[in-house]
C-alpha cells in the first residue's frame, strides 16, 4: 500500500489572515517589523511540530503610493527575517519568496545557500516571476502592462534562472574542500560552468548546501 505523508506549513502575512487584523484592541499595530512578533510566531510553529513557515514577498505596496495604506505591507525582506528565525529554532523549514524578475542569478543563489548553510540545511525558496504592475512601476517600467513583459518572456526567464542557481548551488564537489595546512591548498579545482544565454562565468563563493538538496518550491507566478 502506497503511504502518503502530509506536510503542513504556516503562510505568516505581515496583517495576519486579515487586512484589518491590525485594528483588533489586542493587536499591535507596529508588530510587523517586530522581531518578537514573527519569533513568537516561528517557536510555535516548530512546537506545534509543523513542517514549515512560509513568507509571501512583493516588492511594493499594491497600490498607487499616494494612497493611505489600509493594512501593514509586506515590508521586511523574507531572507533577512528568516535569518533571525534560524537563529531561534532547529527543526523548523524556513520558505523566503524571491522574484526572478528583479534580481540576478548570483545574488539569489548565494543568499539561499548562505542561509541554508546557516540553519543546517532548513531552506527553501519560493519563485515568483511577479505580475505586480506597481512592483514593476519600482524597477522601470511603465505603470501599464502593455510596458512589462509578457508572462511568456516572464516564464523563460524564471526557468533559466533557476537554472543557473542549482548550478551554482551545485558548483562545487563534495570533497572540494580540503583545508590541508600542510600544502596551503585549500580546496580542490573548481567546475567551470557555462551558460547559454548569459555571460555568467564562475562559482559559488561557498561550498555545497548541507545535504546537497537544492530546494526550489512554487506557490504563484
Do not use: C
Not at 508588530?31 to 518578537?36: K, L, Y
Not at 519568496?97 to 543568499?111: C, D, I, L, Q
Not at 519600482?138 to 508572462?151: A, L, S, T
Amino acid at each position: 500500500m502506497t503511504v502518503h505523508e502530509l506536510h503542513l506549513g504556516v503562510n505568516v502575512l505581515s496583517d495576519g489572515m486579515h487586512p484589518a487584523a491590525w485594528r483588533h484592541s489586542s493587536a499591535n499595530p507596529h508588530w510587523f517589523t517586530d522581531p518578537a512578533y514573527w519569533i513568537d510566531i516561528a517557536r510555535a510553529a516548530e512546537r506545534g511540530t509543523l513542517d514549515a513557515l512560509f513568507l509571501a514577498d512583493s516588492p511594493s505596496l499594491f497600490q498607487e503610493p499616494d494612497q493611505p495604506l489600509v493594512a501593514p505591507p509586506l515590508a521586511l525582506d523574507p531572507i533577512v527575517l528568516l535569518s533571525t528565525l534560524a537563529s531561534v529554532t532547529t527543526h523548523l523549514g524556513l520558505i523566503g519568496t524571491v522574484s526572478t524578475s528583479f534580481e540576478e542569478p548570483y545574488n539569489v543563489a548565494r543568499r539561499f545557500a548562505s542561509l541554508d548553510h546557516l540553519s543546517r540545511g532548513r531552506v527553501a525558496w519560493n519563485v515568483v516571476t511577479s505580475s505586480d504592475p506597481f512592483a514593476w512601476q519600482n524597477f522601470g517600467h511603465g505603470p501599464v502592462p502593455d510596458e512589462q513583459p509578457p508572462r511568456a518572456e516572464r516564464y523563460g526567464r524564471a526557468a533559466e534562472f533557476i537554472d543557473i542557481v542549482r548550478a551554482l548551488w551545485d558548483s562545487w564537489d563534495d570533497d572540494a574542500v580540503l583545508a590541508d595546512k600542510r600544502t596551503g591548498a585549500f580546496s580542490r579545482g573548481l567546475f567551470r560552468r557555462e551558460y547559454t544565454s548569459t555571460t555568467l562565468r564562475g562559482h559559488l563563493g561557498l561550498a555545497r548546501v548541507p545535504d546537497r538538496r537544492s530546494r526550489v518550491v512554487s506557490r504563484s507566478a
